[in-house]
């Protein structure tokens, strides 16, 4: 077998299309769907109570303090946007490429995308202290005689959230027509096939759709590419444009880039196990899908250490007495078990990917994505915490520990995501069924 062919199922066109559409036409969803639905339900409303609270008692419920300013609102914002990035590299990066594992991927994976990007959006407003007045970040023709402040990295984050989540939607939305065309036609009942209808714009599966459409996509797939950079990169400059010791670094813009895409990577390992096994996509998505992601995984810590080891190397060399003892401080201080933690899921455990073995089990695979999603959070926390905790002034000095209404938003926003995750796999195909038809028969030509 080819290692292209390792990532294609072995089915027919037919088959394919009744794996991925008869889940969404013709559910079966039994206890457990309810249940885990019921689940993530009962989450999101536990961040909508803590959303309430905060808008009655203000950011005072949460940890933050003069010097901690931001808290878990902010590191929750970098990780979850971190996480919609894997998505957005999946159907563009690799599709310029040529990559044919992608294909079995990339919807969910586009979804990732969405959920992520727009529950990073809800933090930065959360944390306003008066979120009813968010709309002021906005540049809208000058009413009040207030105009943005163009220096403040909230307006940065504005414009890097809006303008990633309209591309992603659009990327999801064009990449889904044919599909939606597929069930459409396939649809039994009347409000089904006005549904899906709607949703495929017309779409006649002719000649003439499809050279629009390759051409469209493939134009959105090279725009996607900067446009996963830069919106990382406006996040690190949130950072490396201050002027506390530990921040102010170049490596800021690249090193968020990479995190985000280490992070938004493991989350679709857990992602992909978890529709595998509940819808059954064992021939779709195969054990070469882990394996290929593992070593984008390995990949992405090994530059993740170096990383780190940059920022220690720097903290040396530039003798600066505030980055040397931040650098000290880092692992003995208060934060440092978390620290130590936190490089070990992100530099150490990720190595276990060199085992092909390892790569090709969906348990440990899953186990190890998941650890190093927890230890990018405890990096973004880290990041956000460290510094303020022992910045420029002694006398500002103060260590920031979450309250239960931080950690009650985090869980309800994971709750959050799973809902809407919960709600995709009822009304969208999981899978490309076109795209993973296409890769087929590239394969099966001469």
């Known amino acids: 077998m080819s290692a292209a062919s390792a990532y294609l199922p072995r089915m027919t066109a037919a088959e394919i299309t009744a794996e991925v559409a008869d889940p969404v036409l013709r559910p079966a969803f039994g206890r457990r769907w309810w249940i885990g639905c019921g689940i993530a339900l009962a989450l999101t409303l536990v961040m909508v109570a803590s959303v309430l609270w905060l808008l009655w008692q203000g950011v005072g419920i949460w940890g933050v303090n003069t010097s901690n300013v931001w808290g878990f609102a902010l590191a929750n914002y970098i990780w979850w946007i971190g996480i919609g990035n894997a998505g957005t590299l999946i159907s563009s990066m690799l599709l310029l490429t040529r990559q044919r594992w992608r294909a079995s991927v990339s919807r969910f994976a586009e979804a990732m995308t969405l959920f992520a990007a727009a529950i990073a959006g809800l933090f930065p407003i959360f944390h306003l202290g008066r979120p009813w007045l968010c709309y002021w970040l906005v540049p809208y023709p000058d009413t009040m005689g207030i105009y943005p402040q163009w220096r403040s990295p909230l307006v940065w984050d504005f414009f890097a959230i809006a303008a990633y989540l309209l591309f992603s939607l659009m990327f999801w939305y064009t990449g889904a027509i044919p599909d939606f065309a597929t069930l459409r036609d396939r649809a039994r009942t009347r409000g089904s096939q006005v549904f899906y209808g709607i949703l495929a714009m017309g779409w006649r599966n002719s000649a003439r759709h499809w050279q629009i459409y390759e051409s469209y996509y493939l134009a959105m797939a090279a725009l996607g590419v900067p446009m996963v950079v830069s919106v990382h990169s406006v996040v690190g400059l949130d950072f490396a444009a201050g002027l506390m010791p530990g921040w102010q670094e170049t490596i800021f813009p690249p090193y968020f880039v990479v995190g985000a895409m280490f992070s938004g990577f493991a989350m679709v390992v857990v992602l992909a196990a978890a529709l595998r096994h509940a819808l059954g996509l064992e021939a779709l998505i195969t054990r070469a899908h882990f394996d290929v992601m ?52 992100n530099c150490l ?96 030509r001469p």
């Open 349 to 444: 455990v990720p190595q276990l990917y060199w085992f092909r073995a390892v790569r090709r089990s969906v348990a440990a695979s899953v186990v190890i994505a998941l650890l190093i999603n927890v230890g990018m959070w405890l990096e973004r926390i880290l990041i956000v915490a460290i510094t303020p905790a022992r910045g420029h002034l002694p006398s500002q000095w103060s260590i920031f520990w979450p309250t239960v209404w931080d950690w009650l938003t985090l869980v309800g926003s994971l709750g959050f995501f799973a809902l809407m995750f919960f709600l995709f796999v009822r009304l969208v195909p999981t899978a490309s069924m076109h795209e993973v038809k296409a890769e087929i028969f590239r394969g099966e």
């Open 294 to 345: 593992g070593k984008v995984l390995l990949f992405a810590s090994l530059v993740m250490a170096l990383s780190y080891a940059t920022e220690w190397f720097f903290a040396w060399y530039s003798h600066d007495p505030a980055d040397q003892f931040l650098l000290s401080w880092e692992f003995f201080g208060a934060y440092g078990p978390i620290y130590v933690f936190m490089l070990a899921c």
